[in-house]
């Protein structure tokens, strides 16, 4: 059974516009959610995480909104980039976890084209 | 950069021989992860440690052993590899203090079984 669910596996958004990655979940018991960024070969790298008691977080270009009502997060990439083109993990913790174990989604490969 | 190297980076074998992946820190974190990533799945934890020779099973543990006898390293050992474990291995750690819910990747050890 999928707890973190990333049901578009690909987008494409021309560079300068708004790129939003969707993410879903189940879990009422997750207090954490993170976004990854992964280029080809190479280790996944954080992006921008946003707690449970938080309904956005902002770091420059990219933005992390929590509804969870609806259990769904997404993170909004404005402008984007060519650069920005990669895969997006996003991934959540429980509450209570002490071990600190992360529960990822299966990506969306992100294509910003020039 | 959280200083984590994985060693091999590439490595081609045959199905029944033993593999050792190794995972690197140089910065004295107490949690380590071994994730597989592959297509349609996203990253599954494997094994995770949260210090010398504490270690314990993640979402898809069966076939592999870890071990970890000093603080620095995390050995992920594949006892007879199997082609279904033809895969890419990254290693974490978790952050402390105010990153403490986030984990940092390594770059990644393709590892492919004949």
């Known amino acids: 059974d999928q707890q973190v669910k990333q049901n578009s596996p690909s987008l494409s958004v021309q560079e300068g516009r708004i790129s939003i990655l969707n993410c879903d979940y189940t879990?009422?018991?997750?207090?954490?959610f993170l976004w990854y960024k992964k280029y080809p070969a190479e280790g996944p790298t954080f992006l921008i995480s946003?707690?449970?008691?938080?309904d956005k977080n902002e770091d420059g270009r990219f933005t992390v909104f929590l509804n969870k009502s609806a259990k769904h997060l997404s993170l909004h990439i404005v402008p984007s980039q060519p650069g920005d083109s990669a895969v997006y993990f996003c991934a959540a913790k429980r509450r209570g976890g002490s071990q600190g174990n992360l529960i990822f989604g299966k990506g969306t490969k992100l294509s910003v084209k020039p | 950069d959280a200083g984590i190297t994985q060693s091999p980076r590439h490595k081609v074998t045959e199905t029944g021989t033993p593999v050792t992946l190794r995972c690197h820190q140089t910065?004295?974190?107490?949690?380590m992860y071994w994730y597989r990533q592959d297509p349609g799945h996203g990253l599954r934890l494997i094994h995770y440690s949260y210090g010398v020779k504490d270690t314990d099973k993640g979402e898809v543990s069966d076939g592999y052993s870890v071990s970890r006898s000093k603080t620095e390293d995390f050995l992920l050992t594949l006892e007879s590899a199997t082609s279904s474990q033809t895969s890419v291995y990254f290693c974490a750690i978790r952050g402390t203090s105010g990153s403490a819910d986030t984990q940092y990747f390594g770059p990644g050890t393709r590892l492919t079984v004949l």
């Open positions: 879990n009422s018991m997750f207090d954490y």
């Open positions: 946003i707690s449970s008691i938080k």
């Open positions: 910065e004295n974190h107490r949690y």
